[in-house]
Nanobody
C-alpha cells in the first residue's frame, strides 16, 4: 500500500503564503500523478492542482496565478506553494496520489489524512 504524509498547513492572514508538502511511500509502487484537493465546511471536495509524472500541471480557476504545484526529482513528494491567500481558501487540503505496482498489477488512488489551512481576513 501507499502512505501519504502531509504537512505545512496552519493559520495565516489574508495575503500571506503557505507551502504544503506531501510525501508518498510504498514499497514496489510507482507514483504517477499527484494532486491537491480541498474541502471546505459544507462543500464538496474539489481539485486544487494536479501534476503528472511528466510535470504537466493544471489548476482550478480560483487558484491560477496564486498557487503552484511541483514535485521533487524522485517524484514522491509534491508541494503546493500557496501565495496571496484569501479567506475563501480556508479548507482541509488533501493530497492524492495515483500509484501503480507491476506485480501483482494494481493501480489506484491514495489519499492523505488532510491538513487544515485557515486564512483570516
Amino acid at each position: 500500500q501507499v502512505q501519504l504524509v502531509e504537512s505545512g498547513g496552519g493559520l495565516v492572514q489574508a495575503g500571506g503564503s503557505l507551502r504544503l508538502s506531501c510525501t508518498a511511500s510504498g514499497s514496489g509502487f510507482t507514483i504517477n500523478a499527484m494532486g491537491w484537493y480541498r474541502q471546505a465546511p459544507g462543500k464538496q471536495r474539489e481539485l486544487v492542482a494536479h501534476i503528472t509524472g511528466f510535470a504537466s500541471t493544471n489548476y482550478a480557476d480560483s487558484v491560477k496565478g496564486r498557487f503552484t504545484i511541483s514535485r521533487d526529482n524522485a517524484g514522491n513528494t509534491a508541494y503546493l506553494q500557496m501565495n496571496s491567500l484569501r479567506p475563501e481558501d480556508t479548507a482541509v487540503y488533501y493530497c492524492n496520489a495515483d500509484a501503480s505496482r507491476a506485480m501483482p498489477w494494481l493501480r489506484r488512488d491514495y489519499w492523505g489524512q488532510g491538513t487544515q489551512v485557515t486564512v483570516s481576513s
